[in-house]
Structure formats: structure tokens, C-alpha cells
């Protein structure tokens, strides 16, 4: 007897689904289901918001966040305490931060961490322009809010590592998160009280 197997163009969504980090098998076949279920004019604006994001979104010139401009709404805020900087590695850990209302300053996004296992180097950080901005002189602290995981404090310490030597006082996020936990699965109240407890990492 042969195994009925799903249309082939229903296997290729349900192996689109199956891309996206922690969706398993059964969760992607459920998913692929409800688009079946769908009408024709849902799933077109589903498909259209996909592309949208790929073609409208970029980084900013300045910090690297994720915008639909040049530069983003906090660089081009003219309320913001341009003196700090907090330094994290995804444009979600920004939108987390700013929820906690505990922080005015800049941010600076270095989208992606130093990691051996995913092949991420330093040379495809954010790095660059972080140094660039502390050589122009405005910015006295640099926080720098990696996530506390392996990859995260060796990003963190190489950090601290390239900027021990500019005119800058260094401090590394305080977390109150255990050990391989993420900035964006944080509450509000965690994420203020870990920037009011920011530990100095730099001898300035």
C-alpha cells in the first residue's frame, strides 16, 4: 500500500514554514493549513505584507536598527541623550528595551553576535560604525546589552576589548535573566531594573 503524500506545492509551503526558527513539523503543517483555509484576497495581502517588509525595510545609516528611512526615529530624535549608547545585537532587543521606558539614550544594533558554530565573524558585525561614533566625541557610555549567553559575553568583552582605549566609559548590561535567556522574552519591570544596575566593564 502505498503512503498518500500532501500536493507538492502544499509540501513546499509547509517546508517554507519549517524555516522559520522554532516552528517543528506538525506546527508548520497546521499553518499551512490555515492559509488553505483562507480566501484568495487574505492570503494575497498576507503574501504582499511578506514582500513589503523585504523591500521596504533597511537598517539605519547610523545606528543599523530596522526602519523605512535612512535613519530612524530615536537617531533623528532630538530628545534623546546622544552622551549613551547601548549596544545590542537585533532590532528586537531595541523595540524590548524601549518598552521598559527606563532609557533615553542612542542604541546601536550590531545585528548578529560572534559565533563560531553559525559562522558569524567579527568582520560581519556592526563594529565600524560603533567606532565611528565613539571617535566623534559625543558619546561618554557605551552599554553593551548582549544577550547572556556564551557568544553573547565573548561579543561583549570583545567590545570593551576594541574600546579600551577611546574616551569612553564601558558598562555591561546588569541582567536580572538567567543564563541563556533573551532580551526580547523579558518583562518591562527586568529590563528597567537591569539598566539601573549596569556594571562598569572599562578602566575610564
Known sequence: MSKLLYPSAF???????????????????????Q??????????????SLLKVKNEIKHCQICGLMSDTD????????????????????????FALEKSEGYNGLYHVLNGVISTVNGKSVDELNLDSLVERVNEGKIKEVILATNPTVEGEVTALYISELLKDKEVIVTR??????VGA????????????ALQGRRKISNK
Do not use: W
Not at 492559509?35 to 504582499?48: G, T
Not at 533573551?182 to 531594573?193: G, S
Open 173 to 178: 548590561l546588569a541582567y536580572g535573566l538567567p
Open 35 to 48: 492559509i488553505l483555509e483562507m480566501d484568495e484576497e487574505a492570503v494575497s495581502r498576507f503574501a504582499s
Open 71 to 94: 535613519t530612524c526615529n530615536i537617531c533623528n530624535s532630538n530628545i534623546r541623550d546622544e552622551s549613551l549608547v547601548c549596544v545590542v545585537q537585533s532590532s528586537k532587543d531595541v
Open 182 to 193: 533573551h532580551l526580547d522574552y523579558a518583562d518591562e519591570l527586568t529590563l528597567n531594573r
Open 11 to 33: 509540501e513546499e509551503l509547509i517546508a517554507s514554514f519549517r524555516t522559520l526558527p522554532g516552528i517543528g513539523s506538525k506546527s508548520a503543517e497546521r499553518m499551512a493549513y
